[in-house]
C-alpha cells in the first residue's frame, strides 16, 4: 500500500529511542501531559534523512497559510530535524540526527511481526525501533515552523539502555547464605 499522505515518514530499522515516553503521558514544563519519544537517526541513513526532509518540505507546503499565505526561508522557522553532533554533548546523539515527536494519544507499539508488545520493559530508551513520524506546519505565540506528531512505534531490536539504567543482575552477585535460618 503506497503511502499517500506526503507528511508521513517510516523511519529505518536503524533508529534508536531516547527518552522515550510512550506508556504514560508526560508533562513537560507544565504543559499538557503527552506522550513523547527523541528519534535517533543514524546519518548514514540515508533513505530516512531524504523522506523526512521531503515530508518537511510538504508540511510547509500545506501549512503556507500558517505562515501568512507565503513560502517561508527554512533558516527562519523552527525545524525539526537536528543535528546531534552539534546541539547536544551526549554520546548516544553522536553521528545522528534526531527529531522530538509527541502526540495526545497513545502509540501503538508492536514487535517485528506486528503483534501488540504488552511487557512495558520490552521498549525503552536505546531499543532500535521503526517509528512513523507525521510532520506539520505551526504557527503560535510567535513561533513559527515544523513540529513532529509521533504516529506508532515498532520494536526491531535490542540495544544499550540510554540514561545509565542497569538490571539488578548487572548491579549484583549471588550472595552464599551460611546461616539458611537466619
Sequence with gaps: MANMNKTK????????LSYFHGWEPVSINGSEPKYSVSVLIPKTDKETVAAINK???????E???????????KAAIKMPLRDGDVERDDEAYKGHYFIN????????????AVKPILDRDEVYSGCFSR?????????SNGNKGVACGLGNIQKIKDGEPLGGRT????????LEDDDFLA
Aim: charged content about 20%.
Design 9 to 16: 515518514v517510516i523511519t529505518g530499522v536503524n533508529t534508536c
Design 55 to 61: 515530508a518537511i518540505d510538504a508540511a510547509i507546503e
Design 63 to 73: 501549512g503556507i497559510a500558517k505562515f501568512g499565505g507565503k513560502k517561508p526561508n
Design 101 to 112: 515527536a509527541n502526540s495526545k494519544t497513545a502509540p501503538q507499539i508492536v514487535d517485528k
Design 131 to 139: 517509528v512513523s513520524l507525521n510532520f506539520y506546519a505551526f504557527n
Design 167 to 174: 538490571t539488578a543482575s548487572d548491579d549484583f552477585t549471588t
